[in-house]
């Protein structure tokens, strides 16, 4: 039988370049150029599969998918979009999408989320929409990015939220693992019971044990009280593990109780206490080669390791670099009380060029730094503290020749900014542009504008 696919896309050039893709390879295929379209052709059309961009006039492609998982479960659904982000990508894949595609499209790439999907159609468990959750507050620029390993990350916190597995995040320092943590949390159903971290190398070795298990009365000189340790306080939320690496292995054979029996032992205590939280890990050792030379037990590692998240270092992702820049140079000028700044297009090009082997926490200490020093509103290249390779270099004068249109603009937006006190709102109607039209504006020349209440 024939696989039914249904193109949902408010951009006539991909509705006609899938449709004719699809087409040559055999499916059955119907377009629609908006989500009410689709809505009330799939009845007729019967689609195995959806395939649906985000970002619609009307009503977007995440609202559509909820509808199409409400009334027809069988029907699977792979989101695509142009505007990627975390939030995005997570919220597709736990209101049921089978797969995240960001544009350009790589019709390679869609043949294979296409096969995987109606091969496994009927066997593949699906996620349960689940509930707005403390994630719409939680701020998680660290994990802003396009790069297909970041992709594949928020995709696998979106699946993440039908289990309560142990996750085991790997990274170097500054990747943002506790990030990651905190997302995979306030992103599953127990978003609303505790949180606990837990920095294993920030605690004594004598002292670990009693920080996560908590003690009795007597247990110890100094214990002068019962006391709750980490576990008992997560209840049935998550606790997470940071640099479980750098334990002893007579700590982990400890947590490793835990993993198996889901109980543990207060210090002094005689009768152990069951935990029904979920165990989050997050290292940056090489926990293979510990697991030979004896420094970290193979069992735990197996234990920890049900579900294993690889975090790329920033210099692996360099296309990252920018908008994250972005979303963190916004985090410091909110919390330095600045209205608005920009990087440079010499600070944008420093920035990429650089390796970072602090990684995010490195860029972020740059533009927080940059922020606060700053006497204008426009960060540059020395502002940062970073410079550019000799060989990315460009001829200034032929750059400044190609970019006089692209400087007026600039300059008459960052005026009417100034004007408007950074009012989005009014900036708008002063340019005569809509707030999307605006947002584009500003992003293509790097101006970054603090949120304000009177929007």
């Given at each position: 039988m024939t696989a039914r696919i249904m193109v949902v896309d408010d951009d006539r050039s991909i509705r006609e370049t899938l449709e004719s893709h699809f087409r040559d390879g055999g499916y059955a295929v119907s377009i629609a150029a908006s989500a009410e379209e689709a809505l009330s052709r799939v009845a007729v059309a019967d689609p195995s599969l959806v395939i649906t961009d985000v970002r619609m006039s009307g009503i977007d492609g995440l609202t559509l998918l909820a509808k199409l998982r409400e009334a027809r479960p069988d029907t699977d659904v792979i989101v695509i979009t142009a505007f990627e982000d975390m939030r995005t990508a997570i919220e597709a894949m736990k209101a049921g999408a089978l797969d995240y595609l960001v544009k350009p499209l790589d019709l390679d790439q869609?043949?294979?989320?296409?096969?995987?999907?109606?091969?496994?159609?009927?066997?593949?468990?699906?996620?349960?929409?689940?509930?707005?959750?403390?994630?719409?507050?939680?701020?998680?620029?660290?994990?802003?990015?396009?790069?297909?390993?970041?992709?594949?990350?928020?995709?696998?916190?979106?699946?993440?939220?039908?289990?309560?597995?142990?996750?085991l995040i790997r990274g170097e320092t500054g990747t943002g693992k506790e990030v990651i943590a905190r997302a995979i949390h306030f992103n599953s159903p127990q978003a609303e019971e505790p949180y606990v971290a837990v920095n294993c190398t920030a605690v004594p070795e004598q002292l670990l044990e009693s920080e996560l298990f908590g003690h009795?009365?007597?247990?110890?000189?100094?214990?002068?009280?019962?006391?709750?340790?980490?576990?008992?306080?997560?209840?049935?939320?998550?606790?997470?593990?940071?640099?479980?690496?750098?334990?002893?292995?007579?700590?982990?054979?400890?947590?490793?109780?835990?993993?198996?029996?889901?109980?543990?032992?207060?210090?002094?205590?005689?009768?152990?206490?069951?935990?029904?939280?979920?165990?989050?890990a997050a290292t940056h050792r090489p926990l293979e080669q510990l697991v030979a030379s004896g420094q970290f037990r193979e069992d735990l590692y197996f234990r920890l390791r049900v579900v294993e998240i690889v975090v790329p270092p920033l210099r692996e992702r360099r296309g990252d670099i920018v908008p994250l820049a972005n979303h963190l140079m916004a985090k410091a000028a909110r919390e330095l009380h600045r209205d608005y700044m920009r990087l440079a297009p010499d600070a944008l090009r420093a920035l990429e060029a650089h390796d970072w082997p602090g990684n995010v926490r490195e860029l972020e200490n740059t533009l927080m730094r940059a922020v606060a020093l700053a006497t204008s509103s426009t960060i540059s290249a020395i502002d940062v503290g970073v410079n550019a390779p000799a060989a990315r270099a460009v001829d200034q004068t032929s750059e400044s020749d190609r970019q006089t249109l692209e400087d007026v603009e600039r300059a008459h937006v960052e005026r009417v900014l100034r004007e408007c006190g950074g009012n989005k709102r009014q900036v708008c109607r002063m340019l005569g542009v809509s707030r999307p039209r605006l947002d584009r504006i500003l992003e293509r020349h790097g101006i970054v504008v603090t949120q304000r209440r009177d929007e």
């Amino acid at each position: 039988m024939t696989a039914r696919i249904m193109v949902v896309d408010d951009d006539r050039s991909i509705r006609e370049t899938l449709e004719s893709h699809f087409r040559d390879g055999g499916y059955a295929v119907s377009i629609a150029a908006s989500a009410e379209e689709a809505l009330s052709r799939v009845a007729v059309a019967d689609p195995s599969l959806v395939i649906t961009d985000v970002r619609m006039s009307g009503i977007d492609g995440l609202t559509l998918l909820a509808k199409l998982r409400e009334a027809r479960p069988d029907t699977d659904v792979i989101v695509i979009t142009a505007f990627e982000d975390m939030r995005t990508a997570i919220e597709a894949m736990k209101a049921g999408a089978l797969d995240y595609l960001v544009k350009p499209l790589d019709l390679d790439q869609i043949d294979l989320a296409v096969e995987r999907c109606l091969r496994d159609q009927r066997s593949r468990r699906r996620i349960s929409p689940v509930a707005e959750s403390e994630a719409e507050s939680y701020a998680l620029s660290q994990l802003a990015g396009r790069d297909q390993k970041m992709i594949a990350i928020y995709k696998t916190i979106g699946t993440l939220t039908r289990s309560r597995a142990p996750v085991l995040i790997r990274g170097e320092t500054g990747t943002g693992k506790e990030v990651i943590a905190r997302a995979i949390h306030f992103n599953s159903p127990q978003a609303e019971e505790p949180y606990v971290a837990v920095n294993c190398t920030a605690v004594p070795e004598q002292l670990l044990e009693s920080e996560l298990f908590g003690h009795v009365r007597g247990a110890f000189t100094g214990a002068t009280g019962d006391r709750k340790g980490r576990f008992e306080l997560a209840g049935k939320g998550t606790i997470f593990l940071d640099e479980i690496g750098d334990t002893s292995p007579s700590f982990q054979t400890k947590v490793l109780r835990v993993l198996q029996e889901r109980e543990f032992q207060p210090v002094g205590g005689e009768r152990p206490r069951r935990t029904e939280a979920r165990i989050l890990a997050a290292t940056h050792r090489p926990l293979e080669q510990l697991v030979a030379s004896g420094q970290f037990r193979e069992d735990l590692y197996f234990r920890l390791r049900v579900v294993e998240i690889v975090v790329p270092p920033l210099r692996e992702r360099r296309g990252d670099i920018v908008p994250l820049a972005n979303h963190l140079m916004a985090k410091a000028a909110r919390e330095l009380h600045r209205d608005y700044m920009r990087l440079a297009p010499d600070a944008l090009r420093a920035l990429e060029a650089h390796d970072w082997p602090g990684n995010v926490r490195e860029l972020e200490n740059t533009l927080m730094r940059a922020v606060a020093l700053a006497t204008s509103s426009t960060i540059s290249a020395i502002d940062v503290g970073v410079n550019a390779p000799a060989a990315r270099a460009v001829d200034q004068t032929s750059e400044s020749d190609r970019q006089t249109l692209e400087d007026v603009e600039r300059a008459h937006v960052e005026r009417v900014l100034r004007e408007c006190g950074g009012n989005k709102r009014q900036v708008c109607r002063m340019l005569g542009v809509s707030r999307p039209r605006l947002d584009r504006i500003l992003e293509r020349h790097g101006i970054v504008v603090t949120q304000r209440r009177d929007e």
